[in-house]
């Protein structure tokens, strides 16, 4: 199956009033670039009219145009290798794929490939996961992944000592190439599976819970993460822009969750919430 990306040129304030609305018709992948974002998602999701009537009801809030294409696996791969760049964060981690260098003086060093897969650390929304990361103790722990991409949290939540890695999403490729860049990463606590929330059913509670997604996902199945956290186990959220905070925190404290901090990146946030 093949992606569909959309692009988006529009004024900021007109940009994070499409990426909400766009998640609502199964766009779940953004990317934010100086004149919009670009959003994606599978071909068989598109839906080209749910699309064109969003874009009209806000062409007369500002400067707004729009194009669609689809993605190939064969190119998007050929895309990739050729704009990818290495990614340093925090000092301490690096991001970057097999044909570059190891850099030097970097405690983690993550090798990605992502394939068909989003989440190579360059988006907001990953780098700031990353980050947060190193300020949980993921030794020994038990660790969901929710929504994992290219796997690169899980592969991280590995390198900080965790015992056990559940990474989850619910596309094939995502899954195998979650998989396979473990395996390069030489991740043994990883395991990679397909699926959405419903495939947590039965599982013994978790110690840490990563979750980058979106918005809307996350409101969703808040209460599914939640039942699966033992009393002051944390979880990171990331995925929604910093106005959204407030309703991720009003849902999280329906669900016993208590909001702990956030940092955030260009409009984009990642916060901790301690389960009560």
Not at 73 to 100: C, G, M, T, Y
Not at 115 to 126: K, L, N, P, Q
Request: charged residues 25%; contains cysteine; hydrophobic residues 45%.
């Amino acid at each position: 199956m093949d992606f569909i990306e959309l692009t988006v040129q529009a004024p900021p304030e007109l940009a994070e009033i499409l990426v909400a609305e766009l998640g609502e018709v199964g766009f779940d992948t953004f990317e934010d670039n100086d004149a919009g974002f670009c959003a994606y998602t599978t071909e068989a999701a598109f839906d080209r009219d749910a699309v064109a009537s969003i874009m009209s009801r806000y062409e007369s809030m500002g400067e707004l145009n729009y194009s669609d294409r689809v993605i190939t696996r064969q190119n998007w791969n050929a895309e990739w290798e050729n704009n990818f760049q290495p990614l340093v964060i925090a000092d301490k981690i690096s991001v970057r794929a097999p044909f570059h260098p190891r850099p030097a003086g970097i405690r983690y060093d993550i090798e990605i490939m992502p394939r068909m897969s989003f989440g190579t650390g360059h988006h907001e929304t990953t780098a700031l996961m990353l980050e947060t990361q190193l300020d949980v103790d993921h030794r020994g722990k038990r660790v969901l992944d929710m929504g994992c991409g290219t796997g690169i949290l899980a592969i991280m939540a590995d390198k900080l000592g965790a015992r056990q890695v559940l990474a989850v999403d619910v596309e094939p490729w995502t899954v195998e190439n979650a998989a396979d860049n473990a395996l390069e990463n030489h991740c043994r606590a990883v395991e990679c599976r397909l699926g959405g929330v419903e495939v947590l059913a039965g599982e013994a509670p978790f110690d840490i819970i990563l979750a980058n997604i979106n918005r809307n996902v996350l409101l969703e199945d808040m209460a599914a993460y939640a039942a699966l956290l033992p009393t002051g186990a944390p979880i990171l959220f990331s995925g929604f822009y910093e106005e959204d905070l407030a309703l991720i925190s009003a849902e999280a404290s329906r669900r016993q969750l208590r909001y702990e901090r956030h940092r955030s990146l260009r409009g984009w946030v990642s916060a901790i919430f301690t389960k009560l």
